[in-house]
């Protein structure tokens, strides 16, 4: 069974205690699989303990994945607001925090911005500035 699959088949689990989720995380990554990938994953699959897990052991939310995405980029792009809270709560590159990203909604340009991250003018619609504005 590839680490992919192994990994799916962990974060899939409902009642999966933090022991069980550490002790397969330590395996997979034993095996040399992509810590970045697998960040990947969890912030895909929305499960916090997983990215908190993976965090604390080094892996990096910046590192591009898949289709010029990272893990943050990822989170903010599917409005993941507990994971982007998290990841912002956290020191990484911050360069990389929008890469692959093409659109955000009002609402997530306003929650980054209150967090002091200056979203790219190219983001933004003259319509979500007009919102944003008026909320403020």
């Not at 604390?56 to 980029?73: R, Y």
């Not at 590159?93 to 955000?104: D, K, Q």
């Amino acid at each position: 069974m590839s680490f992919q699959q192994q990994f799916k088949d962990l974060i899939r689990k409902t009642n999966c205690t933090p022991t069980e989720l550490s002790a397969v995380i330590d395996t997979i990554l034993q095996n040399n699989a992509d810590p970045a990938v697998l960040l990947f994953m969890a912030v895909e699959a929305d499960h916090l303990p997983a990215v908190k897990y993976l965090m604390e052991n080094g892996a990096d939310p910046s590192a591009i994945v898949v289709d010029n995405h990272n893990a943050v980029s990822l989170a903010i792009d599917q409005d993941k607001w507990e994971i982007v809270e998290y990841f912002l709560s956290k020191d990484f590159n911050r360069s990389m925090i929008f890469a692959g990203i093409e659109y955000l909604s009002p609402l997530m340009i306003d929650y980054l911005e209150s967090k002091y991250v200056k979203v790219p003018h190219e983001l933004k619609s003259d319509d979500d500035l007009d919102w944003v504005n008026q909320i403020n």
